[in-house]
């Protein structure tokens, strides 16, 4: 029973995290418009912004860029992203899902500027393993992440 108290704390830690954080929807400005994501996936809709990371900024509610193009993103960033497609999605399910996708399709690495795991496609760099033993931003290492949220 200790790995469920275990996951328990993991659970806690990310909601007090990101308790304080900005939880709004994030979106892209293209001009082909932003409906034709909502039919996605979970897994096609995460891959497809990080995608689309590389080449558009991420816009909050206040239509102010909050991220630049080109920048490597958070999980609270492409969960807010998500949401805005899938406003029932939380962010444990895109934790899981980004665990699930891995090294396949993804790389990643703890920013030791903005103190965060942050995340881009394995296509548009080739550089940085997911599977470190650093710490993130809430305090897992990101094998913790594969049923981080899960019912029993």
């Known amino acids: ?36 994501l909502s039919a996605y996936r979970l897994r096609e809709l995460i891959t497809e912004i990080l995608d689309l990371s590389d ?15 080109g920048r490597w993103r958070s999980v609270l960033d492409i969960w807010r992203h998500v949401i805005y497609y899938k406003p029932d999605i939380n962010i444990f399910e895109v ?38 033993q650093d710490r993130d931003e809430f305090g897992l290492c990101f094998s913790a992440w594969e049923t981080i949220g899960m019912e029993e």
């Open 95 to 132: 934790m899981r899902e980004l665990f699930s996708i891995g090294d396949e399709y993804l790389v990643g690495h703890y920013c030791r500027d903005i103190l965060k795991r942050v995340f881009k496609l394995r296509k548009n760099t080739n550089h940085c393993s997911l599977f470190i």
């Open 55 to 69: 080449e558009f900024p991420s816009y909050n509610v206040d239509n102010e860029i909050e991220t630049d193009c």
């Open 1 to 36: 029973m200790e790995w469920l108290e275990d996951k328990m704390k993991n659970e806690e830690s990310v909601l007090m995290y990101i308790k304080s954080k900005d939880k709004t929807p994030l979106c892209f400005h293209f001009p082909y418009g932003n409906n034709f």
